[in-house]
């Protein structure tokens, strides 16, 4: 009995520990239930293997409309970045699943490339967003936003064939003009997802594998206790 109890509080506190330090994923699969939802990112900058300490910005994503074979959003970016540093936030950029067909945009950074490259160790990334007609997603123009700027704008990811539900990947940013970093003027940052829902709420939960496997260990024995006390029981009747 007395092991049961501990196993059963072992298996609380595993719960509330789910609850209190929730690990935030980086990619967002959704669906037409999801339209009117928003996912906040926030990105970081590099150039390199080197992180650009001040380098910075954040986005908004909320679906806005689906079709059987498009996914409409609409976005807010903004260049935080702070000084030291200057730059230029020149586009942003993510992959999906499945395969993106075409894509179209509008605002701040309505020109679209599929399947291009991203600098930086990046590689290849199924749609960028992009502030200039540059026919690469590496940047160029003098558009995007200065320190400080926000702008905002809409996309739609266009698909081959119809899809019940959508995942998106991998999102990056591009700065460029960068002055007071050094002999850095061009980096690119990666996003973290920070928030999603419709109201703020510090992200996608998803369990941490070791207190997957706490959990389940503790929910185990507590079954295999009920059951051999219900053994014992049956021996003595």
Not at 33 to 38: N, R, T
Not at 167 to 188: C, K, M, W
Not at 229 to 237: E, I, N, T
């Amino acid at each position: 009995m007395r092991i049961a109890h501990q196993i059963s509080k072992l298996a609380v506190i595993a719960s509330l520990v789910f609850a209190s330090a929730p690990a935030l994923a980086d990619a967002i699969t959704l669906d037409s239930s999801d339209v009117g939802q928003s996912w906040d990112f926030a990105f970081d900058g590099y150039s390199g293997s080197t992180t650009v300490a001040g380098l910075t910005s954040t986005g908004k994503f909320t679906l806005t409309g689906v079709t059987s074979n498009s996914y409409t959003f609409s976005y807010s970016m903004a260049n935080t970045t702070s000084d030291p540093v200057n730059s230029r936030l020149s586009g942003f950029a993510f992959n999906t699943d499945p395969n993106i067909s075409s894509a179209s945009s509008t605002g701040a950074f309505s020109y679209t490339t599929i399947g291009g490259s991203y600098p930086n160790g990046i590689g290849s990334v199924d749609v960028c967003f992009k502030d200039a007609s540059t026919g690469a997603c590496s940047g160029g123009g003098s558009g995007g936003l200065l320190d400080g700027e926000t702008g905002a704008g809409s996309f739609t990811l266009n698909f081959a064939q119809p899809l019940t539900s959508l995942t998106l990947s991998d999102f990056f940013v591009r700065y460029q003009s960068i002055t007071g970093a050094g002999n850095v003027s061009s980096a690119s940052g990666t996003g973290t997802l920070t928030s999603s829902g419709s109201t703020s709420t510090g992200g996608t939960p998803v369990p941490e594998p070791g207190m997957i496997g706490l959990l389940g260990g503790a929910l185990a024995g507590l079954a295999f206790a009920r059951r051999r006390r219900s053994q014992q029981r049956l021996a003595l009747a």
